[in-house]
């Protein structure tokens, strides 16, 4: 079984170093020993209430956040190692889509110039090549070509996330960290990018670690669940048997209190 993501004992602590005049006594353990896998071709969902970790997890995956411990293998690489490749070593292997579309989107780059860094950073194409890349990349999230010289503001909150979508699949990375990638749009909106992503997953053979708080959105995209709390992940299993069988106390209260869910 080859992974594209294997975390071991993942730890990350803020706050609480010594600082010149004082030792700060606030030191907060956003995750204290996650252990997790992600199997290639597949869509990990993690939940968990607010504050519970799962975005520093996400940007220590993504390279954004140094863990304090633990290890972690991206695409199989060893995250240190990546690290010490350069800036630009995390991006090739795994790339990210955050929540607020507009605010992830540089407000003074056209479509063209967002699309441009990892076409030409990343892959190394030449202009022309780009072209055709980002004419590929637009039919792909399903955007109009003139979106190309248009601005962030410009366009809706659904449309931004499919710019932001497009410039994760730029990279050509085999893996997409999508950190509430839907909570910020209208529920129809929702339905329409979480088919996009099913459909771009299957196409272009990716693998997820998808974020979220709603049961119903990790219901309709996962292949299994990992129930995070205070840092540590909880339980594992599929998402039927999940809210079928809730295991944990706080997994039973989430379950209970998800409006939306099929609980069969
Ligand atoms: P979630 O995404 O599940 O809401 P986060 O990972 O954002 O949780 O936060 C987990 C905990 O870590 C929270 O208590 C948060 O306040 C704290 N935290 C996150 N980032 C930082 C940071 N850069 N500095 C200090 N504390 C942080
Ligand atoms: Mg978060």
Known sequence: MTYAIQVRDLAKTFGGGVS???????????????????????????????????????????????????????????????????????????????????????????????????????????????????????????????????????????????????RALAAEAEIIVLDEPVSALDVSVQAQVLLLLRDLKTRFRLSYLFISHDLAVVEAISDRVAVMHFGEVVETAPPTRLFAEPGHAYTQRLVASAPRIRRK
Do not use: W
Request: net charge positive; hydrophobic share 40%.
């Open 20 to 166: 010149l005049f004082s030792r700060s006594h606030h030191e907060v353990k956003a995750v204290k020993s996650v252990s997790l896998e992600v199997a290639r071709g597949e869509t990990l969902a993690i939940v968990g209430e607010s504050g519970s970790g799962k975005s520093t997890l996400a940007r220590m995956l993504v390279g954004l956040e140094t863990p304090t411990s633990g290890s972690m293998l991206i695409a199989g690489k060893d995250a240190r190692v990546l690290r010490q490749e350069g800036p630009r070593a995390f991006g090739k292997v795994i790339q990210y889509v955050f929540q607020d579309p507009i605010a992830s989107l540089n407000p003074r780059k056209s479509t063209r110039d967002i699309l441009e860094v990892p076409l030409k950073l990343l892959c190394g194409y030449e202009p022309s090549r780009r072209r055709e890349r980002m004419k590929e990349l637009l039919d792909a999230v399903q955007l109009p070509k003139d979106a190309l010289s248009r601005f962030p503001h410009e366009f809706s909150g659904g449309q931004a996330q499919r710019i932001a979508i497009a």
